[in-house]
């Protein structure tokens, strides 16, 4: 089984910050890995896929990177809408689609 | 618009059967795999398993294995999940969404999700 961690597990900055977020696979996952946002009360959105692919009507100010076991989202200038909890997932395996414990952004 | 809408809350009791559903619309249900996910009240996103309606091919998280009952009719574009016998640990969200396969063999997203139903189990 392939585990995703995920750090930290919250923060908190303020708008207009670079915020970065890490998820690490157990085994190498290649550039499968997609995050979510998910704000309260509220399905998940997909933000990433594939590592570094911007989905459709995504921000700009949304950014991934990172290949085999460690990825990162960045934030490049932190808004008031982005407070929201953020999780990885893998597709490496596509019949055990593991995500991350999340990460909780909060503002400052 | 494509979109996957699930059904209304729940409150059961324990030992009770439940089925859920969510219909998708606005594309080829038949030609991708839905998922069902789980969130636990103040806990992260789990994964229970996917089934592809074309042919009700279906895979279940080792968790969730023997717990759930995945199912679709195509005929309708709706998929399932059920319970046989809930337990008060069965109390959740839970979500549908659908399995986009990502372009140059990228992998799988989950791309479109529904509103998701609250079940809760309480005597």
């Known amino acids: 089984d392939i585990q995703m961690t995920q750090s930290p597990s919250s923060l908190s900055a303020s708008v207009g910050d670079r915020v970065t977020i890490t998820c690490r696979a157990s085994?190498?996952?290649?550039?499968?890995l997609n995050w979510y946002q998910q704000k309260p009360g509220k399905a998940p959105k997909l933000l990433i896929y594939?590592?570094?692919s911007l989905q459709s009507g995504v921000p700009s100010r949304f950014s991934g990177s990172g290949s085999g076991t460690d990825f990162t989202l960045t934030i490049s200038s932190l808004q008031p809408e982005d407070f929201a909890t953020y999780y990885c997932?893998?597709?490496?395996?596509?019949?055990?689609?593991?995500f991350g414990g999340g990460t909780k952004v909060e503002i400052k | 618009e494509v979109q996957l809408v699930q059904s209304g809350a729940e409150v059961k009791k324990p030992g009770e059967s439940l089925k859920i559903s969510c219909k998708g619309s606005?594309?080829?249900?038949?030609?991708?795999?839905i998922g069902w996910v789980r969130q636990m009240p103040g806990k992260g996103l789990e994964w229970m398993g996917i089934?592809?309606?074309?042919?009700?091919?279906?895979r279940y998280s080792p968790s969730f294995q023997g717990q759930v009952t995945i199912s679709a009719d195509k005929s309708i574009s709706t998929a399932y999940l059920q319970w046989s016998s809930l337990k008060a640990s069965d109390t959740a969200m839970y979500y549908c969404?659908?399995?986009?396969?990502?372009?140059?063999?990228?992998?799988?997203?989950?791309?479109?999700w529904g509103q998701g139903t609250m079940v809760t189990v309480s005597s």
């Open positions: 969404a659908r399995l986009r396969e990502l372009e140059r063999r990228l992998g799988y997203a989950f791309d479109i």
């Open positions: 606005g594309y080829s249900f038949t030609s991708y795999w």
């Open positions: 089934i592809y309606p074309g042919d009700s091919d279906t």
């Open positions: 085994q190498s996952i290649s550039s499968y």
């Open positions: 594939a590592a570094s």
């Open positions: 997932q893998q597709s490496y395996s596509m019949f055990y689609l593991t």
